[in-house]
Structures are given as structure tokens and as C-alpha cells.
């Protein structure tokens, strides 16, 4: 990926986090240079007041605002204006990195959206339609499908671009804690509540609130969340005062809702309010052909820049006849391996951990993942023997590997009960 400038105001990071982010490809911006992608702004000395009038002084692509515990009301008011994501002092690297991810990650929807299969482009469209509306959206699809992206996509399409976007995965969080991340707490609420905290709801007033997950939320909470749906206001945990909430919910699940309610899991009321727009978001193995301009756009990247890097035609061949169960989460993951374990500028199947499996290689079609991929991978290293009439040198060299690590191969391959130089004599090719 390219470079990306981080601006620091009122605020010095340490040696070892400066280093840490130019490794992963961020750099602190200079005086001169061309608008920074983040500016990490330290507002502990600010009131809300006089927050706008600050940051128009720093004009960056995103802002991150830095804030003492107790200024609770600073962060929802930072917010408002235009601040992506705050952070509380003493900052750790942990929060800090997450937050510049998260940051860098969402700048990225559209190009993860690939509509190349047509139930991709009738799910575009039909998202484009929803953006335009202020009703409640329920997403639903198998995990890694890109609900969270898709969810920021319509939120970037709708009135409500420009305001903050807010994710929140109710899965990932502890029950006894999922309740004040969501509706905040004032100080003394409960044991540990040393500050005012604001939660999700108002972090995303005036914004989209993305409730991930939404299956696992406890039926308590599922109560209130009705309520809040209902009354357009939140109170936070401890207090006595409602706050008015302008903002819109997207709900996304990888489970069945109405399943359920049926067995008693998740409230019906609440699932009628949140499913007034259902989108299905389909897993990739039902849109083969978004699986080439995916790979490439993760390709170009994670890929190292100024290197031209592409996929021999077995590779491709590998990623549209498998049928990723992570769907495209596994398949980011698969090419940042395949950039990791490239021996030039072509990606091999077999540097993706993964190829097809034949009928010459597998007897038992009830194998584990494991097992599948390794004799996938010997059913590739006999295509390209195939390929090169069984020369063992040629091969070496198209696999890239020297002839010391093919004949370990084939060694494995004969343990395994495949006689390679039989295959080989069936075709004619014995070398």
C-alpha cells in the first residue's frame, strides 16, 4: 500500500510507535506536504465550544481526537463535527493501532464491493436504493461475506455521509460490559465507572450505527434497544437524563432471525423493527465471477509497491473452483499468503495454500481440509510435470523451488501411495 501521513497535533508519539507505524506503511507528515490522511489532535485542553473553530486549523482526510477520561461530552461533541475516532489518555499503542486500521479499512468499501457477478450488481443496487431511505436495514450472509463494508457503503450514500459511522460487534464484546459500551454509563454507575463514558448510540448521533452480530445480544439488551428504536432517545447507565437521538441503525447477522424467534433467541418486535429493508449479502462461492477482481484488488494492495505481481493461470484457476467457506475474508488472507510465499513475481497456486483437488489424488472424498489441501497440492505438482513432458529440473524451476525441495515432494507423494512416474506414463510423458 502506499504511504499514508499521520499529522500530529499538541501531542509526540514514542520512538517505538513512530517505528511500528512505518512499518506497517504510515509516515509523520511534514511541513509542505500535501493534506495528511490522519491527524492524531489532542483536544484534552479544549472546550465543546471551541472544537470546530481548532480542528478547522488542521485540515486533514480524517481526525483522530485525543481525550482525558472524564471529558465525556467533549468526545460526543467531537464527534459531531467531523472527528472519525477518539481515543482517552494515556495513549497505548493497542488502541492506537486498531483505531488507524479500523480507519484504513473503511476507506476501502467500495473496492472490496466487487460487482462483477450479477447478484452482486442487484445487491449494489438494491443497497443504493436503501442508502436513500432512513428505514432500518437488516443484513444478513455467512461471516466474511463484507457486511461491515457494505454497511458503510450505503451509510457513505445516504444523507447521513459525513457523519460519523459507527460499528460494533455484539459478539465480540462481554456481555457484562456490552450494555455501557452501548448506552454509556456517568461516573459512579457501577464499580470501576471512575468517568462520564459515552457509548455507541451517542458516538453515532447524527450517523449510522452498525449493530454486527446482532443475534447475540442478550434479550435485555434486545428490550432496550427496541425502546431506543421506538423513542429515539438513549439514557446513559446511572442517569436520569434522555438523550435525543438522530441516527439510523443497520443490523447485519450471519445466523437466521426469524429461526430465532422462533426458539425463543431474539425478540419478534424487535426483529420486525430492524427488518424493514433486508439485504442478503450471497457467499462467494455463488458470485465465482467476483472472485478474480477481488484477488486482484487485494493483489494491488497488500503488494509491494513498484513490483508487478500477478497470478500464473493456475493460480486463478485455484481461486474460482474453490469454494471459500470464510468467503472473502478468507480470501484476503489467501493472497496476503500468496504475496508472503512468492519466489518471483508470479503467485503460484501453491504459494496459496490451497489447489484443486482431482480424482488422481483423492480416494475419500469425506478427508479433512487439511488432508484435501495436501494432496491438492501434489495433483498441481503433477499438472506442471504434465506440463514440462516430466522434466524434474523444469518443473523445480516453474514451481520455484530447487530440485532438492521436488524431490521431498515426490518422495511425500510416494509415501502417500501415488506413483508419479505411472501418471506420467499414462500420458506419455515419462521422463
Known amino acids: ?84 475516532d477518539y481515543l482517552l489518555l494515556p495513549l497505548e499503542d493497542g488502541p492506537l ?75 465480540a464484546i462481554p456481555e457484562s460490559m456490552l450494555e455501557s459500551i452501548l448506552f454509556g454509563h456517568t461516573k459512579g454507575a457501577f464499580t470501576g465507572a471512575s468517568a462520564d463514558k459515552v457509548g455507541k448510540f451517542e458516538q453515532a448521533n447524527g450517523g449510522t450505527l452498525l449493530l ?34 438522530d441516527i439510523r441503525i443497520i443490523a447485519a447477522t450471519n445466523k437466521d432471525l426469524r429461526q430465532a424467534v422462533d426458539a425463543g433467541e431474539f425478540r419478534e418486535d424487535l426483529f420486525y423493527r430492524l427488518d424493514v429493508l433486508p439485504l442478503k449479502i450471497a457467499p462467494l462461492r455463488e458470485r465465482k465471477a467476483d472472485i478474480l477482481p477481488l484477488a486482484e484488488h487485494f493483489l494491488q494492495y497488500y503488494g509491494q509497491q513498484g513490483v508487478a505481481t500477478y497470478f500464473s493461470p493456475q493460480a486463478q484457476h485455484a481461486l474460482i473452483d474453490y469454494d471459500w467457506p470464510g468467503n472473502v475474508r478468507e480470501l484476503e488472507n489467501c493472497i496476503q499468503r500468496g504475496l508472503m510465499m512468492r519466489r518471483g513475481q508470479a503467485i503460484q ?40 513432458q516430466g522434466s524434474r529440473s523444469q518443473t523445480a524451476a516453474e514451481l520455484g523451488m530447487t530440485t532438492r525441495a521436488l524431490r521431498y515432494k515426490l518422495a511425500q507423494m510416494r509415501d502417500a501411495g501415488i506413483d508419479v512416474d505411472q501418471l506420467l506414463q499414462r500420458s506419455g510423458n515419462a521422463a
Not at 504459494?351 to 494432496?375: A, H, I, M, Y
Open 349 to 388: 497456486a501453491i504459494d496459496l495454500g490451497f489447489n484443486l483437488v482431482s480424482e488422481t489424488c483423492v480416494n475419500n472424498s469425506t478427508q479433512g481440509l487439511k488432508e484435501s489441501k495436501r494432496q491438492a497440492e501434489f495433483q498441481f505438482i503433477v499438472d506442471i510435470l504434465h506440463k514440462v
Open 212 to 245: 454486527d452480530e446482532i443475534a447475540e445480544m442478550p434479550l435485555i439488551l434486545q428490550a432496550k434497544l427496541l425502546r431506543v428504536l421506538q423513542e429515539r432517545e438513549v439514557e446513559r447507565l446511572g442517569g436520569n437524563q434522555s438523550i435525543t437521538l
Open 97 to 171: 493501532f486498531s483505531s488507524i486500521e479500523r480507519l484504513h479499512r473503511l476507506e476501502q468499501p467500495d473496492s472490496k464491493i466487487i460487482a462483477a457477478a450479477q447478484i452482486s450488481k442487484q445487491l449494489l443496487m438494491l443497497a443504493h436504493r436503501a442508502a436513500t431511505t432512513e428505514a432500518s436495514i437488516l443484513l444478513t450472509g455467512e461471516s466474511g461475506t463484507g457486511k461491515e463494508p457494505l454497511a458503510n457503503y450505503i451509510h457513505r450514500h445516504s444523507s447521513r455521509a459525513g457523519k460519523p459511522f459507527v460499528a460494533i460487534n455484539c459478539a
Open 1 to 84: 500500500m502506499d504511504n499514508l501521513t499521520i499529522r500530529l497535533v499538541d501531542f509526540v508519539l514514542s520512538k517505538s510507535t513512530q517505528t511500528s507505524l512505518e512499518n506497517q506503511g504510515f509516515c509523520l507528515w511534514q511541513t509542505g506536504q500535501d493534506l495528511p490522511w490522519l491527524t492524531i489532535i489532542n483536544l484534552s485542553q479544549y472546550q465543546p465550544s471551541a472544537l470546530a473553530q481548532h480542528l478547522k486549523h488542521f485540515p486533514s482526510k480524517n481526525h483522530l481526537a485525543l481525550l482525558a477520561p472524564e471529558q465525556g461530552e467533549l468526545a460526543a461533541a467531537a464527534m459531531q463535527i467531523g472527528v472519525q
